[in-house]
């Protein structure tokens, strides 16, 4: 099987900056795209920022000009550095990953990570 685990949340001031990590492990064949993800109480899960295999980055237009997604192919590993935080970015995020799965015949799987907490507060 596959996991992602979610690494770098926490409490920070408005205005903070917080840098997310998540490392997939397992049978894993190759990943195509990956992504960040997040979700309030009381609210839907929505797109934060997305990156496919070769690099290409998009935005949610709320984290446009503050948050900066990355990856390395060769760690299997994304990250989300997120600047001048905002109460309203509080919630749970969460890593995804479309991954090739080698014990499953070489197939792909959307996979999900457990989830960080970000509060953003005074």
């Known amino acids: 099987q596959v996991q992602l685990v979610e690494s770098g949340g926490g409490l920070v001031q408005p205005g903070g900056s917080l840098r997310l990590s998540c490392a997939a492990s397992?049978?894993?064949?190759?990943?195509?795209?990956m992504g960040w993800y997040r979700q309030a109480p009381g609210k839907q899960r929505e797109l934060v920022a997305t990156i496919t295999s070769s690099g290409r980055r998009n935005y949610a237009d709320f984290v446009k000009g503050r948050f900066t997604i990355s990856r390395d192919n060769a760690k299997n590993t994304v990250d989300l550095q997120m600047n001048s935080l905002k109460p309203e970015d509080t919630a749970v995020y969460y890593c995804?990953?479309?991954?090739?799965?080698?014990?499953?015949?070489?197939?792909?799987?959307?996979?999900w990570g457990q989830g960080t907490l970000v509060t953003v507060s005074s």
């Open positions: 397992g049978s894993i064949f190759s990943i195509d795209g």
């Open positions: 995804n990953a479309n991954v090739n799965i080698a014990t499953l015949g070489y197939r792909y799987r959307e996979v």
